[in-house]
């Protein structure tokens, strides 16, 4: 219940503009590894989507699932619970968890994302993403800058970057 209650107070936490300033400015290095990766590993490069009515339903699912719903779970629950048993070794098993998460829903929900989902250069970049939205979860003691960071990258990966988005 705890986990719960720590979950919902980091919803109800707005960072002023200095957190806000702080999250995005460890974000943008974290962008630049991640477009790196991105684009050595094939999963990255520039094929914007021109249907725009479809792109704007997809920007608002994509605000759900993934960047909400991930974060709850996995900057939220379970990084809140994990870290009543030891902050440091909490960190590593959330940031663990989400980038297992990717393969597995690989593996289990299938086409069309489960051949990027699977690559290491996707999981590297999961990898870095969870480790700097975790810090930034821990800093700014809200959800609201790690979903929408989460967020404008899945958002500009599929609608920008050929990222698959149906």
Known sequence: MR?????????????????????????????ALIALSGFLGGWLYFSPVSDLPSALVAAVILFFVPALLEELVFRGLLLSWFATFSQRAGNWLAIGLFV???????????????????QPSFLFATFILG????HIRIVSQSLWPVIAI?????????LVFGGPYY
């Open 131 to 134: 480790i700097v939205l975790t």
């Open 3 to 31: 986990a719960v209650n720590q979950t919902l107070r980091a919803l109800q936490i707005w960072p002023d503009a200095a957190r806000w300033q702080a999250a995005m400015a460890l974000a943008l290095p974290a962008v």
């Open 100 to 118: 297992l998460w990717h393969p597995f829903q690989a593996l289990t929900f299938g086409p069309p994302w489960s051949a990027i989902f699977l």
């Open 150 to 158: 989460h967020w404008l990258l899945v958002v500009t990966w599929k």
